[in-house]
C-alpha cells in the first residue's frame, strides 16, 4: 500500500487559518469520503468554518485553487480521482492536474493540499477514500500537509 513510510500528522490549533478545499464531482462515493476526510482533519485542528467548493472534475481543480489562493486562503485542499481507462485521458488529466495545482502553489505561496487519487481501477480508489473498510484516508493526509505547510510557511515569513 502507498501509506507505508507516511509522516505522523498530529493536529495541532490551525483555528488562525483560513482554509477551503476544492473537490472534484466525479465517483461521487470516493469523492464524499475524501471530502468528508478533509472535514474531519479540519476539525481536528480546530478549523471552524472552513469554504468547500465543488467542481465538475479533477481538470477543473487548478483554476479554482488559484482563485480562491488569490481570495488570500492560508490553505487550500484540492481532493479529486481519474481512474484509468483505456484511453490517454487518464494521463491528460493527471497530467495536467498536478502541474496545474503544484503551479498555483509556487505561484501564489499558498500550500495546496494534493488529495488527487490517480488508481488503475475503482478498488484502488476506495481503498484510500478514507470510507469505512478503506486502507487510507487521502483526503485527511492531503488536509493535514497542506496545514503543516501553511504552519511552516508562517514560520518563514
Not at 477551503?20 to 468554518?49: I, K
Not at 472552513?50 to 486562503?73: C, D, K, N
Not at 503544484?102 to 495546496?112: E, H, M, S
Request: hydrophobic share 45%; aromatic share 6%.
Amino acid at each position: 500500500m502507498s501509506g507505508h513510510g507516511a509522516p505522523e500528522q498530529k493536529p495541532f490549533d490551525a483555528s488562525g487559518l483560513r482554509v477551503a478545499v476544492v473537490a472534484a464531482s466525479w465517483h461521487t462515493e470516493v469523492m464524499d469520503g475524501l471530502v468528508a476526510g478533509a472535514e474531519r482533519a479540519l476539525a481536528a485542528y480546530s478549523v471552524s468554518e472552513p469554504t468547500i467548493v465543488r467542481v465538475p472534475g479533477t481538470f477543473e481543480l487548478p483554476v479554482v485553487a488559484l482563485a480562491l489562493a488569490q481570495q488570500g486562503y492560508d490553505a487550500v485542499v484540492a481532493l479529486g480521482v481519474v481512474i484509468r481507462g483505456g484511453t490517454p485521458h487518464f494521463d491528460y488529466v493527471c497530467n495536467a492536474a498536478t502541474d496545474g495545482l503544484n503551479r498555483v502553489a509556487l505561484d501564489t505561496g499558498v500550500p495546496i493540499g494534493f488529495g488527487v487519487l490517480t488508481c488503475d481501477d475503482d478498488q484502488q480508489a476506495l481503498d484510500r477514500a478514507g470510507l469505512e473498510g478503506s486502507k487510507e484516508d487521502k483526503g485527511w493526509e492531503a488536509t493535514s500537509a497542506a496545514l503543516d505547510t501553511a504552519r511552516v510557511l508562517a514560520g518563514l515569513r
